[in-house]
Every structure is written in C-alpha cells, then in structure tokens.
C-alpha cells in the first residue's frame, strides 16, 4: 500500500504499477527497451518504472544525465542490490554489484592491473592482435578447406573469450579442443539470460519463495549446477596460479589473478587488517571481469558484421579507406586516425545494436532533487543509456544505420556526448578501454583481409533477442579473402 499509493505520487510519473509484480507484466509480450521507450513517450525524461515493488527512477535525457551522474557523479555512485545476483556471487561482492570502499579499492585496482598489463601501450594491442591473427589464419585456412557458410558468431566469441582469458588467467582458449571455453561460456549466457528475464526483474525480494515452485525450482537448480561448474573453473584457475606464484618476486605480474594474489600477500604481510581484497572478492570480481569481458564484446562485434552485411556499401566504404590508408598488412592502432569511416563503423554498430537494453541500475547515495522531485538515499535510479542512442532528438532516422552521423563536414569522425554505450560517469564501463581497443582492432582487420555477405538462401534475419544484453537471432555468413 504504501509503495502503490504514497511512495507512487512522490516519485516522477510511470505506468501503474501492479502489486508484486509491478510493470514488469508488459515484458511477457513486448521486449523490455521497447516498453521502456512506449513509456518514455508518454510520460517523458522523468519517469518511474516499477520492477517488482521496487521503483526504479529513470532518465532519458542526455544533458540531465551529464549533470547527474557525470558533474554530482558521488550521489549516483551506488548500486542497486539485486538479490538474485545472489544466486551468482555474494551479495555486494565482485565489481559490478559492491560499493563503498570495497568497490572503489577494486575498481581501482583493476584498472591499474589492465594498465600494468599493457593497456593504453603496444603491449595491449599486441595481446589483442595475437588473437585477431589466429582468428584471420583459422578462416582463411577454413576457406581453403572448402568451407562456404560460416557460423562466425563462435569464432568471434572464443577470440573475445581468449583475450579475457589472458588478462584474468594468464592463456587464450584452443580452438581444436573447446570444451573448456564452452563451459565457461555457458554460464556467461546464463546471468545475461537469466539477468535479463522477467523473474529476475519482478523477484527481487522473493527468491526463497521461488525456489520453491515447480517450474522455477528447475531453472534454480539448473543455474545453481552450472555456477556451481564455473566456480570450480575459477578455483581450479587460482589453485594453479597458488601454486606456481613467487608471491616475494618483484616481478611484473602477468595476469589479473597474479597481481591480486600479490597484492593480497603484500597487504597482509604489512599486517592491514580486514583489507579489500579478500578470497570472495578475487572470485566475484573474476566472475564480473568474465562475464562483463566476453560477452558484451562479442556481441557486438556479431552485431558489426550483420550491419556490414546488410549495408554492402558500407562495407566497401570501409575497404576502399584501407586500401588507400593500409594495404594488405595488419591493421595497427597508429592507423586509427586515417580510418574515419571505420570508425564511425564501429561507432554507429555499438549504437544501433543498442546492446545494454536497460542500463545496471545505479541507487542514490544521498536524498536529491532532480526536476522537482525529491528522490530519497538509497532510490533506484538509472541513466537509460539505450532510450539516449534511439533517441530521433540525437540521432535521426535512429533505426537505420549509417555511420555518416559521425563524420563532420571534413569527414572526420566525431563521437557526440549521447553515444554512450559504455554509460557515463563513475561507474561507466570499467572495461571501456579494452573493448574500444578490440572493437577497432577486430572491425578493421576482419573487413580489410575478408569480405562478408549472405549465404543463398539463408538471410540474416537481424531480429533483436533482449535480455540483460541484445543479441542477434542465429545467423551464418560467406567469407571470401580480400587480398
Ligand atoms: C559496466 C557496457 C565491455 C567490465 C558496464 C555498464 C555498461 C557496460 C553499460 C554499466 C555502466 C553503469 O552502471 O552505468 C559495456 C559494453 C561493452 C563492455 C557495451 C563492450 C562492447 C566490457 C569489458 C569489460 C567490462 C571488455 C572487462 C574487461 C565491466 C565492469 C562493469 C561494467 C566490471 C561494472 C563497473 C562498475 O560498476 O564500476 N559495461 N561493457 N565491460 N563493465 Fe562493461
């Protein structure tokens, strides 16, 4: 009552909510962005949703989110607890789901490993670069053995999945023998699945009662058996680095499990008590780093060559710039400021496949006022990057793809402030560095060795399957060699 009938009318407007379920009805029949735009049509930049009996504030105006969540960024700075998470990882662990100083420290930490690890210099893109090798020597020697129809969604996936893998645990997955990638992956696909589906946005304070029920007894069992696996791949990762480590060498470490046991060691010889970096937290944020890390890209990069192929003249575009600017050598970091139009490729996938469909919900850490509303601490609140980059006041003709909105008159690529993919502010992406650095260097590379089209009589459909993330339904693609 109090929710439906007090709380309701404090809050900015949305659609009526229903008790226990709240909105989330509407995503059994319509797919969640979609909704969330309906409703921002009707009540504007402002509004409320209801997922669950929790409300969730909601904005869709670009400006108004620079100056929330970037100029008075500590008010915004938490996360929403989502107690199915629990499911997963414990709760306010990891670096997606803490706050405080437990995710300040690790955030912080993190990013300085990525850049220990070569982020930001040549070692990085040399990392990067092995793996779009192997994947250009994988397809030509595929094309060489006859093979017309490709199903190339995997092969981007296990590349994207190798990088990740390299970083966290030191080796990049065997393509003759995936077995171990397959595993891992499966529960990937599991929280983006699960994350995105009704029951996890409606159930927030009533797991215990779910897992009780017959049908979702089943879909918790089956989740709990397969993070129950990937536990076991993490433990089964540090157990070996534990192992092997010289925990008193000086030297760079070289990968993320590393540095964290190093600096675990460090901090517990110097006697710090009840430190940040404890066992739970390295698995949590191992668990995000993965995650976050393989499938987002991956997806994304599926997403470029769909649009590539259904905008051939987008494609030569993009080849007709690395033939001026290139030849058939491999596509390099120093070559990005020639590549505008790719660029702007790349730029315009991320933003038409649109791959967050609503963003991670952040929570207010003091009471603020945002358009007259007095909106409490501890509100939900989310800057809806994905009503932003479909928004016709931003980006005409949303729906189509044309990677010309980001070329000045002088054909220079320019990214504007509401191309935000990665989110802003400070919990924006905290892998943003890498995946730019992949997504160059995998679009570049793939469109100057390879050119993509349809298989006869097996077209692209491009139909959009929402969940936590957007994902292409099941598409295959002919490859032919460029030079
Ligand atoms: C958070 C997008 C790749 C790790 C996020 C958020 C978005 C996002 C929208 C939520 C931001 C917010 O709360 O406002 C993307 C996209 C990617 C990508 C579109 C690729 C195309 C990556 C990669 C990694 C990563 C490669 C890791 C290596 C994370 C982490 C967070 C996050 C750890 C949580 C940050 C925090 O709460 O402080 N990402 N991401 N992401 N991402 Fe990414």
């Given at each position: 009552?109090?929710?439906?009938?007090?709380?309701?009318?404090?809050?900015?407007?949305?659609?009526?909510?229903?008790?226990?379920?709240?909105?989330?009805?509407?995503?059994?029949?319509?797919?969640?962005?979609?909704?969330?735009?309906?409703?921002?049509?009707?009540?504007?930049?402002?509004?409320?949703?209801?997922?669950?009996?929790?409300?969730?504030?909601?904005?869709?105006?670009?400006?108004?989110?620079?100056?929330?969540?970037?100029?008075?960024?500590?008010?915004?700075?938490?996360?929403?607890?989502?107690?199915?998470?629990?499911?997963?990882?414990?709760?306010?662990?990891?670096?997606?789901?803490?706050?405080?100083?437990?995710?300040?420290?690790?955030?912080?930490?993190?990013?300085?490993?990525?850049?220990?690890?070569?982020?930001?210099?040549?070692?990085?893109?040399?990392?990067?670069?092995?793996?779009?090798?192997?994947?250009?020597?994988?397809?030509?020697?595929?094309?060489?053995?006859?093979?017309?129809?490709?199903?190339?969604?995997?092969?981007?996936?296990?590349?994207?999945?190798?990088?990740?893998?390299?970083?966290?645990?030191?080796?990049?997955?065997?393509?003759?023998?995936?077995?171990?990638?397959?595993?891992?992956?499966?529960?990937?696909?599991?929280?983006?699945?699960?994350?995105?589906?009704?029951?996890?946005?409606?159930?927030?304070?009533?797991?215990?009662?779910?897992?009780?029920?017959?049908?979702?007894?089943d879909t918790y069992q089956m989740i709990m058996?397969?993070?129950?696996?990937?536990?076991?791949?993490?433990?089964?990762?540090?157990?070996?680095?534990?192992?092997?480590?010289?925990?008193?060498?000086?030297?760079?470490?070289?990968?993320?499990?590393?540095?964290?046991?190093?600096?675990?060691?460090?901090?517990?010889?110097?006697?710090?008590?009840?430190?940040?970096?404890?066992?739970?937290?390295?698995?949590?944020?191992?668990?995000?780093?993965?995650?976050?890390?393989?499938?987002?890209?991956?997806?994304?990069?599926?997403?470029?060559?769909?649009?590539?192929?259904?905008?051939?003249?987008?494609?030569?575009?993009?080849?007709?710039?690395?033939?001026?600017?290139?030849?058939?050598?491999?596509?390099?970091?120093?070559?990005?400021?020639?590549?505008?139009?790719?660029?702007?490729?790349?730029?315009?996938?991320?933003?038409?496949?649109?791959?967050?469909?609503?963003?991670?919900?952040?929570?207010?850490?003091?009471?603020?006022?945002?358009?007259?509303?007095?909106?409490?601490?501890?509100?939900?609140?989310?800057?809806?990057?994905?009503?932003?980059?479909?928004?016709?006041?931003?980006?005409?003709?949303?729906?189509?793809?044309?990677?010309?909105?980001?070329?000045?008159?002088?054909?220079?690529?320019?990214?504007?402030?509401?191309?935000?993919?990665?989110?802003?502010?400070?919990?924006?992406?905290?892998?943003?560095?890498?995946?730019?650095?992949?997504?160059?260097?995998?679009?570049?590379?793939?469109?100057?060795?390879?050119?993509?089209?349809?298989?006869?009589?097996?077209?692209?459909?491009?139909?959009?399957?929402?969940?936590?993330?957007?994902?292409?339904a099941p598409w295959v693609c002919s490859i032919?060699?460029?030079?």
């Amino acid at each position: 009552f109090h929710f439906y009938f007090i709380r309701r009318r404090q809050l900015p407007p949305g659609p009526f909510p229903f008790p226990f379920i709240g909105n989330t009805y509407s995503f059994a029949h319509t797919p969640i962005d979609t909704c969330v735009q309906k409703w921002k049509d009707e009540y504007g930049d402002v509004m409320t949703v209801f997922m669950g009996h929790v409300p969730m504030v909601t904005i869709h105006d670009s400006k108004l989110i620079y100056d929330m969540f970037v100029k008075d960024g500590d008010a915004y700075i938490g996360r929403a607890q989502q107690r199915w998470n629990e499911i997963f990882r414990p709760a306010h662990t990891g670096l997606i789901f803490s706050e405080g100083s437990l995710w300040r420290d690790n955030r912080r930490f993190a990013l300085q490993v990525f850049r220990n690890l070569g982020l930001g210099r040549n070692i990085m893109q040399e990392r990067v670069l092995d793996d779009v090798t192997l994947l250009i020597d994988f397809t030509k020697k595929e094309l060489n053995a006859g093979t017309t129809e490709f199903n190339f969604f995997d092969e981007l996936d296990i590349s994207v999945g190798s990088i990740i893998n390299s970083i966290t645990f030191g080796y990049r997955f065997s393509r003759d023998n995936r077995t171990e990638f397959i595993k891992a992956k499966k529960i990937a696909t599991e929280q983006v699945l699960f994350g995105g589906s009704i029951l996890y946005r409606t159930m927030e304070e009533h797991r215990e009662l779910f897992r009780y029920l017959p049908f979702f007894r089943d879909t918790y069992q089956m989740i709990m058996n397969h993070t129950a696996e990937f536990t076991e791949f993490l433990s089964g990762q540090v157990a070996t680095h534990r192992k092997n480590i010289d925990l008193e060498s000086d030297e760079e470490p070289t990968d993320y499990v590393e540095a964290y046991l190093k600096h675990q060691h460090k901090l517990d010889k110097e006697g710090v008590k009840d430190h940040p970096f404890s066992e739970t937290q390295l698995y949590s944020g191992l668990l995000d780093l993965w995650v976050a890390g393989q499938e987002t890209t991956a997806t994304t990069l599926a997403w470029m060559v769909i649009y590539i192929i259904q905008n051939p003249e987008v494609q030569k575009k993009c080849q007709a710039e690395m033939d001026e600017f290139v030849g058939d050598r491999i596509v390099t970091l120093d070559d990005k400021v020639n590549l505008n139009y790719v660029n702007a490729t790349v730029a315009e996938s991320q933003r038409l496949c649109n791959l967050v469909p609503i963003n991670v919900p952040h929570r207010t850490t003091r009471d603020v006022e945002i358009r007259g509303y007095k909106i409490p601490k501890h509100t939900v609140i989310l800057n809806q990057i994905s009503t932003v980059m479909y928004d016709e006041r931003y980006f005409p003709g949303a729906k189509t793809f044309k990677p010309e909105r980001f070329l000045d008159e002088k054909g220079k690529f320019f990214a504007p402030p509401e191309l935000m993919p990665f989110s802003v502010g400070k919990r924006a992406c905290l892998g943003e560095g890498l995946a730019r650095l992949e997504l160059f260097l995998f679009t570049a590379n793939l469109l100057n060795q390879f050119k993509f089209g349809e298989v006869p009589g097996k077209p692209i459909t491009g139909e959009r399957i929402v969940s936590a993330t957007t994902a292409p339904a099941p598409w295959v693609c002919s490859i032919s060699v460029r030079h």
